[in-house]
T-cell receptor, first 115, second 112 residues
Framework: DADVTQTPRNRITKTGKRIMLECSQT?????MYWYRQDPGLGLRLIYYSFDVKDINKGEISDGYSVSRQAQAKFSLSLESAIPNQTALYFC??????????????FGPGTRLLVL | QQQVKQSPQSLIVQKGGISIINCAYE??????FPWYQQFPGKGPALLIAIRPDVSEKKEGRFTISFNKSAKQFSLHIMDSQPGDSATYFCAASRNSGYALNFGKGTSLLVTP
């Protein structure tokens, strides 16, 4: 979805390096998410944010940190990358709908290789 | 700790056949059950979703069947087409304010 952009699209880094993945959205949504996808493991939630001042850990937050710089921007950092963080990373957004479940809109993904 | 279990992991169906993907959950607080479709090189996109107050929802060739007592739901793709070849994820969540719990995904290949 072009309304959710991720940079970079591909990245190769070395063990121990710090790396930041960025996500921007023009959908005007308050809620943003970071997932990682691994073959056979599906999509696992790393962090999510329901507004600029709200950050929550997901299922697999260890080794990751996030920053919500603005409503439209949500960055994921790997403080010291390790090879098992090699994965496809997705950012997603959703619009708050009180009392109703929300559709999540995913970006195109960032493919990360840690050597 | 997988809250949503999905099967099969992969599926091959001939063109015109029916593709069936199954999911099961344990948390009875879940009340929203979407299916996402992902094509290679793309992010997942919502395909169809159901709430537990109905047992079936149909949109075109795609149908969700929901069995609340068994805590199971499934996606049926009728008249499967090669263009349906993709990875399908089921998910579940509580109502607004909670994150989605995804299954591990099913890779569907529809052969000509």
């Amino acid at each position: 979805d072009a309304d959710v952009t991720q940079t970079p699209r591909n990245r190769i880094t070395k063990t121990g390096k710090r790396i930041m993945l960025e996500c921007s959205q023009t959908k005007g949504h308050d809620r943003m998410y970071w997932y990682r996808q691994d073959p056979g493991l599906g999509l696992r939630l790393i962090y999510y944010s329901f507004d600029v001042k709200d950050i929550n850990k997901g299922e697999i937050s260890d080794g990751y940190s996030v920053s919500r710089q603005a409503q439209a921007k949500f960055s994921l950092s790997l403080e010291s990358a390790i090879p098992n963080q090699t994965a496809l990373y997705f950012c997603a957004t959703s619009e708050e709908r009180t009392g109703r479940a929300e559709t999540q809109y995913f970006g195109p993904g960032t493919r990360l290789l840690v050597l | 700790q997988q809250q949503v279990k999905q099967s099969p992991q992969s599926l091959i169906v001939q063109k015109g056949g029916i593709s069936i993907i199954n999911c099961a959950y344990e948390n009875t607080a879940f009340d929203y059950f979407p299916w996402y479709q992902q094509f290679p090189g793309k992010g997942p996109a919502l395909l169809i979703a159901i709430r537990p107050d109905v047992s079936e929802k149909k949109e075109g060739r795609f149908t969700i069947s929901f069995n609340k007592s068994a805590k199971q739901f499934s996606l049926h793709i009728m008249d499967s087409q090669p263009g349906d070849s993709a990875t399908y994820f089921c998910a579940a969540s509580r109502n607004s304010g909670y994150a989605l719990n995804f299954g591990k995904g099913t890779s569907l290949l529809v052969t000509p």
